[in-house]
């Protein structure tokens, strides 16, 4: 009897122990979706008090949402395009410098002052439209970053014309992804991912202890991808004309204006992305090199091959990937083609 | 007191080894039955979220016409060989319909105007060849 | 008939002692529904020596106060199916007069488990959850032999000292 007791006593604390042991080795997560900014937000954060941070990069999304959204009329951009003038907050200010320099880095073709043109085509009410090539010769000038004065010591930024209207929207997300990883890690999260809706971007390691693995969407196969990149503390956002599109008298137009002719950019690219650390550049850079166009993006990434890395699709089917990409981009379905530095 | 004739319920029987053997032989049975519903290469469910919070989960192996009516619209999920498609949806973009079929694990049907999301999941409730999709 | 309900009683709040401390061993294996099944220690035990209304009562008394005091609404509803058929399957595999109280207790630790999944995957609707169940089949086995044995040991004690079953 006192052996029968024995037995179970250790097999017990034997069992005890497997399920201790595997408890602590779960650490606390926690997941959030949301909508904001347009679009459906999917926030995951490993760590203590994950709730709690996720309590509080919720609230800061918020924040963004009301102060960048051009369909806020009492938000500090819905103002500014109301007014024509607006104190700038600490944010917003951000933005417009790094607006600046990816316009100048892109040769023009990232420009935030494009609104005006997004409306004329209607995308910004999804009531779609082809303008008259004299419409567009019409409110072209408009897009110019020129014509927006920034007083660095007041904070003000002014429009010098009527009818200028900025949107922030092509970085918006990137920035707020950015900003969302820096709020995991004052609080002591090490890894986290979120998809901003459909721009992602990681801190730290996935559940498995290894590099985050980034499937990216496939351009011509909706439920597919063109590949898989493994990275830690990257952003990687995709942009091509098949997200968002409209035809008329069967011809596609897609949203991704360029800012040069405004209308839909048409430089043999079908899908960019994106990798960065900075997320406000991996967002502006993805619509900016799919303006750009192969040759030109190449050249821009020769410049700076330490500040991203990119995939393309061209319209004749082919991916080319940036050299830095050589290691931990894999894909089933195309062959992969190398930029060299 | 009345005399029965019982097994003395303190000796191991025939019966008994009988009845032990048998429960084994099931548990065995059920192995082979249900490994199947723990293959992770192809999707297995679908959840349905409306606003964010979970309206369903369901098996891609059994067609069904899922109705959802919110005050922003309607919208008609089918689930058929093993596939999902947004059928019907009276939204203004009716990019959700567009979309067409999805099965893969991590896919997903979006009607962003009615917030109706429509995700394939593993059978083990998460994507084993990536984390994230970035589109 | 006082009688009865004293010892019913007293069954009963065994059961409950038994619940309460298996809430406090962390016994987890990631799988939904493992418990040891402690308290069914009362129950095996209560087969020879309760009367069949008397035994069903402390076996409910004790799935609903403890589902109530330690788990959800949801976990009382498993419970309430495991112990159900659990129960169901002890008292007519004793009726038959032919098993020992080794596999009576097996059978139950099976049909136990078996009960909680089936409810599990009823309610949730995620029918893989019947992946799990020739393990917790086979957990129930095992957890059935060792309550048969110790109740064993217990019910030889009340043959040795009365030579009368309670009931």
Redesign the interface.
Same mark, same amino acid.
């Given at each position: 009897m006192k052996k029968a007791i024995l037995v179970m006593l250790i097999c017990l604390l034997v069992c005890t122990g497997c399920s201790l042991g595997k408890e602590t080795s779960e650490r606390e997560s926690a997941s959030r979706e949301l909508f904001a900014m347009d679009t459906i937000m999917t926030l995951t954060v490993y760590g203590e008090h994950a709730q709690e941070v996720l309590d509080l990069a919720e609230a800061e999304i918020e924040r963004l949402d009301q102060m960048l959204s051009t369909g806020n009329p009492e938000g500090e951009i819905g103002t500014l395009n109301r007014t024509g003038k607006v104190n700038l907050s600490d944010d917003a200010a951000y933005l417009f410098e790094e607006s600046l320099k990816l316009n100048d880095m892109s040769e023009n073709a990232f420009n935030p002052m494009i609104y005006p043109v997004m409306e004329a085509w209607g995308f910004t009410t999804d009531e779609y439209r082809v303008p008259s090539k004299e419409e567009i010769g019409q409110i072209l000038p408009l897009v110019d970053l020129s014509l927006a004065e920034y007083q660095e010591e007041t904070g003000v930024l002014q429009f010098r014309k009527e009818g200028v209207k900025i949107d922030f929207g092509g970085i918006a997300k990137g920035y707020t992804s950015g900003r969302l990883m820096e709020l995991f890690q004052e609080n002591g999260i090490e890894d986290a991912v979120v998809s901003l809706g459909g721009n992602v971007q990681v801190i730290g390691k996935n559940p498995k202890q290894e590099l985050w693995k980034v499937a990216i969407r496939d351009p011509q196969d909706p439920s597919g991808f063109l590949g898989i990149v493994r990275v830690t503390d990257q952003a990687v956002i995709t942009s091509g004309g098949y997200e968002r599109y409209f035809e008329e008298d069967g011809k596609r137009y897609h949203h991704i204006i360029d800012p040069n002719d405004g209308f839909p950019a048409d430089q043999g690219l079908i899908s960019v992305t994106v990798i960065s650390r900075d997320g406000t550049l991996a967002d502006g850079l993805s619509t900016a090199l799919y303006v750009m166009g192969l040759n030109r993006a190449e050249e821009l990434w020769k410049q700076h091959p330490d500040l991203f890395d990119a995939v393309f699709v061209t319209d004749s089917n082919e991916l080319y990937i940036t050299e830095g990409l050589k290691e931990c981009f894999t894909s089933d379905t195309y062959t992969v083609k190398i930029i060299p530095e | 007191?009345k005399k029965?004739?019982?097994?003395?319920?303190?000796?191991?029987?025939r $019966?008994? !080894?009988i009845?032990?053997a048998a429960?084994?032989a099931?548990?065995?049975i059920?192995?082979i039955l249900?490994?199947g519903?723990?293959d992770t290469s192809e999707g297995?469910?679908v959840r349905i979220?409306v606003?964010?919070e979970e309206y369903? !989960? $369901?098996?891609l192996s059994q067609p069904v016409q899922i109705r959802i009516e919110t005050d922003r619209g309607n919208n008609l999920i089918q689930i058929r060989d093993h596939q999902v498609t947004m059928l019907e949806a009276d939204c203004?973009?009716g990019y959700c319909i567009r979309?067409?079929?999805?099965?893969?694990i991590?896919?997903t049907i979006?009607c962003?105007p009615h917030?109706v999301?429509a995700e394939i999941l593993s059978?083990?409730g998460h994507a084993d060849?990536?984390?994230? !999709?970035?589109? | 008939m006082a009688r009865r309900a004293a010892i019913g009683g007293v069954f009963a709040a065994l059961a409950m002692i038994f619940s309460y401390v298996e809430s406090l061993i962390p016994f987890h294996f990631g799988v939904p529904g493992i418990k040891l099944g402690l308290a069914n220690l009362v129950i095996v035990t209560g087969l020879y020596l309760l009367r069949i209304p008397d035994l069903c009562l402390v076996a409910l008394i004790r799935i609903v106060v403890s589902g109530l005091l330690f788990g959800n609404i949801y976990s009382l509803i498993y419970s309430l199916a495991g112990g159900a058929c659990s129960l169901l399957i002890m008292l007519l595999l004793k009726k038959t007069g032919k098993f020992s109280v080794y596999s009576i207790s097996i059978a139950g630790g099976v049909f136990h488990n078996l009960g909680q999944i089936a409810a599990a995957a009823a309610v949730t609707r995620i029918p893989v959850l019947l992946y799990y169940l020739p393990v917790l089949m086979g957990a129930g086995m095992i957890t059935g032999a060792l309550i048969g044995v110790i109740a064993s040991r217990v019910l030889k004690i009340f043959f040795h000292s009365s030579k009368q079953f309670l009931h």
């Open positions: - | 007191m029965r004739k019982e097994a003395d319920p303190f000796r191991i029987n $019966y008994d !080894i009845l032990t429960l084994a099931a548990a065995v059920c192995v249900f490994a519903f723990h297995a469910f979220t606003d964010a369903g !989960i $369901y098996e203004p973009d979309k067409g079929p999805i099965s893969r991590g896919d979006v962003l917030r999301v059978a083990d060849e990536f984390d994230v !999709i970035a589109q | -």
